[in-house]
């Protein structure tokens, strides 16, 4: 008894034209479109000004090496970035999913978003940083951070696409593998340099169509204070939870605390569980657990003389109806802060 299948793929065989060959099977491996390596990389150039525009990377890895002189702009997310063996050079990287890795470089003025940032065996450079993860330095010096302050209409995308918060932020707790006695190998960038004198904007034809801008209140990055020393002994903690317009309201209540001169010291955006709660909101945290179901929580660190009564003057005013967390007084705000941020660092293993 024969098989249908052999006999119905027989007679196939015998109705086609003799000389005639079967045309090979097509798979979806074999239609994707072939990507050139030398589109995704700066080699061996001097005295130039080049880039990629948005969209042209689409995460891919990229690779800069032996550049002298140069500035590069990456106007787009990719999966990792590597830069090695490079001289004088003003790099400008988009939000990268994975790791920075610098090696070998020196004299370099870099303003980049990442996961991961690392430094190997370099010498002065200057980083404005936007980093998920502890930034790590290694047999490095004169290594200066600053916060990263960028912007342009297709950043927020690329940092979606990348899976990069704009509240993950640790551009300043840096992390020394080979640290030297009696000297410090990296140290913070003074808290009005200006990026745009560090990191200029491009001056190519093409580049210039992407519409840059470098004004603190436009950045995607709220600019914060991160480890520099507190002006104050006050401090407030302000959790927002998720829904439509969270992020909106994060950034609404950034920009009406600084405007009151208050700092913004440090953001976060992490998920929370109940026990999680209850550790951090203590007797107010069955208000918020039904919250917690929605989406990651933002928090905003404020500091200043009277910053818990502007913050919760402008949540009443500004916000009303819309439910978050604001530290009570003054003497229970700093247990506030250390309750969160530490909770936060170990859920994200910083």
Known sequence: MGCFFSKKRKAEKESQPQGEEEPPKQYSWDQREKVDPKDYMFSGLKDETVGRLPGKVAGQQFLIQDCENCNIYIFDHSATVTIDDCTNCIIFLGPVKGSVFFRNCRDCKCALACQQFRVRDCRKLEVFLCCATQPIIESSTNIKFGCFQWYYPELAFQFKDAGLSIFN??????????????????????????????????????????????????????????QRQKSSDESCLVVLFAGDYTIANARKLIDEMVGKGFFLVQTKEVSMKAEDAQRVFREKAPDFLPLLNKGPVIALEFNGDGAVEGCQIIVNEVFNGTKMFVSESKETASGDVDSFYNFADIQMGI
């Not at 034809?205 to 209140?217: D, G, H, P």
Request: proline share 9%.
């Open 169 to 226: 932020n640790t551009w300043s707790n840096i992390h020394d593998f080979t640290p030297v006695s009696g000297e410090l190998n990296w140290s913070l960038l003074p808290e009005d340099a200006v990026v745009q004198d560090h990191v200029p904007l491009p001056t190519t034809e093409e580049l210039k169509a992407v519409r840059v801008s470098t004004e603190a209140n436009r950045s995607i990055i709220p600019i914060s204070r991160g």
